[in-house]
Every structure is written in C-alpha cells, then in structure tokens.
C-alpha cells in the first residue's frame, strides 16, 4: 500500500477539513501568480507609467506580510479560523471583479493590499490547521497543501495569457511609428515577473501613458473570479457541516480535540499572531532551546523562500543578459518551468514524506540545492544546463517549507509558536531578498544572480545543521525534566 491504514484513517475522518484547507490554498496560489503576466494590460489601464504600476507589487507583498504576521490571531476556536477563511477567499474573488474597475493605481494598490492581506490570513491560517489536525502525521498533508499553491500558480498565468495585449494597449497620437513592438512587450511581462525589481534593465522601452485604451484583460479577471469562488462556497459547506452556522438546528458538532484545541490542550497557549506570541506570560519559564529553535526554522524559511522569489524573478533577466543572450521567447519559459517543477516536486514530496522523516528530506533537498547552484555557477555559459538546472532546483527546494514546518513543530511538541513565526518568515525572506538581489544584479551585474543563490543556499544548510544540533540540546533537556518530575511523584504515589 502506499500509505498505512493509520494515515488513511486520519484522512478519513478528517477529510472535509483538508479538502477545504488545500483549496483555499488554491485561491491564494491564483492569487500571487496573476500580477506578474497582466502588470502590462494594468498599466494601460492605470495610464499610468513602469515606475507606477509597481508599486502594486510592493502593496500585495507588504500586506502579504501583515496578514501573515496577524493571521494567528483567528485561530483560537475552529468557528474563527474557518469564518476568517471564508471572508478572504471572497475577498480574493471580489478583488478579481473589481480590478478591471480600477482606473487609477491607487485604487489598484489598495485592491491589491486588501488582496495581500487575505492571503496572509489564508497562509497562516491554513498551516495551523492542518498542524493541529494531523500533528505529528502534518507532513504530507503539508506537502499536499503547498501542492495547490502551485497548482493556482499554474492555472492563473494559462487564464490569462489569451487576453493579454500582443501590441501597445495605449495608441498614442502617432503610436503607428513609435510604439513597442510586440518583442520588447514580451521582454516586459517577462521582467516584471519579478515584482517589478528589473526595472533598470527595460528604460528603452517606450510606453503611452495617455491615449486609446485597447486591453482586453478585463475578461482574464472576471474569469479567475469565477473559478475562485467555488473556494469560499467549499469553507461554507464546511462550517455549515460543523454546524457552525447561525442556522444550523443543532449546537456545533462534537469535533475531535486536535480540531477544536491545541496540542496542548489550552486554548490560551500555542500558536496566535507574531506579537501575541511575544507576550512575556506565555514565554516565561521557557528554555532558551525553545526560543533558538524559533529562530532557527524562521531563519531556514527566510532564506529559502528567499531563493524561490528571487530565482523567480530574475532568472529572465539573467538569460537575457550577457554572456547566455537567450530569445525572449525561449527566456520567459524559465518562469513557468522553475515553478512546474515546485508543483510536481511538492506533489511527489506528498509520498516521500511519508516513507522518509523530514530531517532526511531536509538533508536531501539542501545539499541539491547548493550542487545545483554551484553547477550553474560553473556552466554559466550553457543555455540548456540552465534550464535542466532551473527544473532541478525547483524540485530540490519545492519540499522545504512544508518540512521544516512539519520538522520544527515536531520539536516543539506542537506549543510554542513555529506557524506563525515560519510564515511571517517565509514572507518577509521573499519580499527581502529579492529586493536585495535586484539592487546587487544592478551593481555588478547578472552573474551576481547565481552567486547570491549559491551563498544563500549554502547559509540555509548551516542553519538547518545548527538546528539539528540545537534539536538534540533541546529533547534531551526535555527528557531529563520528565525524568525529574516522575522521581518527584514517586515518593507521593508511595505515601498514599
């Protein structure tokens, strides 16, 4: 069999919930991977100019963080957790209408935050659940979860595509001999696909800011909004199974305690937004392993997430540039090939989870990370070993999250606050890194791409070994405080 009866079991009785977690993560893997391909068409819209539109970027991952960073803060009941669920999903599906109604990139910046912040919610809502629901079996579910992430990713860009602007989507006055070729705009979708942080690489190009609008990309989000809203109806069908609704006849269902508490049996301990965990009454009496650990998980996070974001965003404008001088065409396939390669590493890393512990996957994943990165830096000049290592690198570092999510809650016995503070982490390493890597590619240059992934690469496997260590530190000191209350209770259970 490829899963025990114990695994199946679980899912069994837990099914509903975890349907519904791995569609809403779904709805936020549409939801990240749209911006890039029709950046272009909302500039159109916007009339706005390059320097403009990206400030929408920034606003989607600004909030993105925010709402990781408060996302905690609905789990403290199963009725909170799934109610915050259903208002982002919708959310997400009502910004999807509304973008086409944007004219101005304020009012695209603030349809994007408030987009930002729901699928910070959903990031962090959707990982403490399947934690709480599985615990120590969380893995592969994890790795199921982060699945549809990139399977959303996968489907956004293919919507879109067809209604994308082949020619300048603003006619100027005399656009019959100025305007963009269709080339240089593919060169521009491709680039912006890292967030906007290329932006040095493109000033040739000219854009209209005033003119005709011709932009069909209106169709392209009334359509995801469609798909996506089967995703707030499946969190409703849930609570009204839970009978969580207000017009539920009977009182709420008797769910298990892992879905009603946490691990620890106290609602008021565990896992909340980063600042309650922060509070000096939960950390008191706390080991300083505890706090490293922590530390550690989110660090690991912050650095690979980091890579994905950065590797993303600029292996483009890497191929392009000397000395590999690729087609644009050939170029902008890099993209969708690294994050297929995550979807299908994460879909295969479901079974490996469950055959293998997640310290041995871990272990796996970065070394192929680092030989990756350091073969690319050596055949830097070879076109093919940079798509063959863009397909390896993407499934070697597809499994990594939902490991060391898995992995470090594991350590801490499901008490302290590795949720939260992992994706908080994964987020800001994102948003961080890829910024600093595109001001260092603009100082020295493209080959500066892979250098930095390699050094980073090779920090997140020293971090991951301290955290072993520190893991080691950590249970025997554990181990040797249960002995020392069982020694304490003896004495009492032989007086009685």
């Known amino acids: 069999m490829l899963l025990d009866?114990?695994?199946?079991?679980?899912?069994?009785?837990?099914?509903?919930?975890?349907?519904?977690?791995?569609?809403?993560?779904?709805?936020f893997g549409l939801c990240i991977a749209f911006l890039g391909p029709t950046i272009l068409d909302l500039r159109c819209q916007t009339q706005s100019?390059?320097?403009?539109?990206?400030?929408?970027?920034?606003?989607?991952?600004?909030?993105?963080l925010v709402g990781s960073s408060v996302g905690g803060l609905f789990k403290k009941t199963l009725k909170s957790s799934l109610l915050a669920l259903f208002f982002c999903t919708l959310i997400i599906s009502l910004v999807f209408a509304v973008i086409p109604l944007c004219h101005h990139v304020i009012l695209l910046s603030i349809a994007m935050?408030?987009?930002?912040?729901?699928?910070?919610?959903?990031?962090?809502?959707a990982n403490l659940q399947l934690v709480k629901l599985y615990q120590k079996d969380s893995a592969i579910f994890l790795q199921?979860?982060?699945?549809?992430?990139?399977?959303?990713?996968?489907?956004?860009?293919?919507?879109?595509?067809?209604?994308?602007?082949?020619?300048?989507?603003?006619?100027?006055?005399n656009w019959t001999t100025n305007s963009?070729?269709?080339?240089?705009?593919?060169?521009?979708?491709?680039?912006?696909?890292?967030?906007?942080?290329?932006?040095?690489?493109?000033?040739?190009?000219?854009?209209?800011?005033?003119?005709?609008?011709v932009t069909r990309v209106s169709y392209a989000f009334w359509i995801m909004a469609l798909i996506n809203l089967p995703v707030p109806a499946a969190v409703l069908a849930l609570m009204s199974h839970e009978r969580l609704l207000p017009c539920s006849r009977s009182s709420p269902r008797l769910l298990d305690a892992d879905s009603n508490r946490s691990p620890a049996g106290d609602t008021d301990q565990g896992h909340g937004s980063v600042f309650s965990c922060c509070n000096p009454a939960k950390l008191r009496d706390r080991p300083a392993t505890f706090f490293i650990i922590h530390s550690l998980g989110g660090a690991i996070l912050?650095?690979?997430?980091?890579?994905?974001?950065?590797?993303?965003?600029?292996?483009?404008?890497?191929?392009?540039?000397?000395?590999?001088?690729?087609?644009?065409?050939?170029?902008g396939c890099l993209d969708s090939i690294f994050w297929a390669a995550i979807t299908v590493g994460r879909l295969a890393s479901m079974y490996l989870s469950y055959r293998y512990t997640a310290p041995k996957l871990l272990t796996v994943s970065l070394v192929g990370v680092i030989l990756v990165q350091c073969l690319l830096l050596i055949f830097y000049t070879s076109s093919v070993f940079l798509f063959f290592g863009t397909c390896v690198l993407g499934l070697c570092i597809s499994s990594v999250f939902p490991s060391v999510l898995a992995f470090t809650e594991d350590i801490l016995e499901y008490?302290?606050?590795?949720?939260?503070?992992?994706?908080?982490?994964?987020?800001?390493?994102?948003?961080?890194?890829?910024?600093?890597?595109?001001?260092?590619?603009?100082?020295?240059?493209?080959?500066?791409?892979?250098?930095?992934?390699?050094?980073?690469?090779?920090?997140?496997?020293?971090?991951?070994?301290?955290?072993?260590?520190?893991?080691?530190?950590?249970?025997?000191?554990?181990?040797?405080l249960s002995q020392c209350t069982d020694m304490k209770e003896k004495p009492k259970t032989g007086d009685s």
């Open 415 to 480: 008490k302290g606050c590795a949720t939260t503070v992992l994706v908080t982490s994964a987020s800001t390493g994102e948003m961080l890194l890829q910024l600093l890597v595109g001001s260092v590619i603009h100082s020295q240059g493209s080959y500066s791409f892979l250098l930095c992934g390699t050094v980073a690469s090779f920090i997140g496997f020293c971090l991951f070994l301290l955290l072993l260590y520190i893991q080691n530190i950590h249970r025997s000191q554990h181990t040797d």
């Open 49 to 64: 100019t390059l320097q403009q539109i990206t400030w929408v970027f920034v606003s989607q991952q600004f909030f993105l």
């Open 113 to 125: 935050a408030l987009a930002g912040k729901a699928m910070g919610v959903i990031d962090t809502i």
């Open 5 to 27: 009866e114990r695994i199946w079991s679980l899912f069994k009785r837990h099914w509903p919930q975890t349907l519904t977690y791995w569609s809403v993560f779904f709805s």
């Open 144 to 173: 199921a979860l982060h699945f549809f992430t990139g399977l959303g990713a996968l489907v956004s860009p293919l919507v879109a595509d067809p209604f994308l602007a082949e020619d300048s989507c603003v006619l100027g006055a």
């Open 302 to 331: 912050f650095i690979t997430d980091g890579i994905i974001g950065s590797y993303a965003g600029f292996v483009y404008t890497y191929a392009v540039s000397p000395p590999l001088l690729m087609g644009h065409k050939m170029a």
């Open 180 to 213: 963009s070729s269709p080339r240089d705009l593919q060169h521009l979708r491709s680039t912006l696909a890292g967030h906007g942080a290329a932006l040095h690489n493109i000033s040739h190009v000219r854009l209209y800011t005033e003119g005709v609008v």
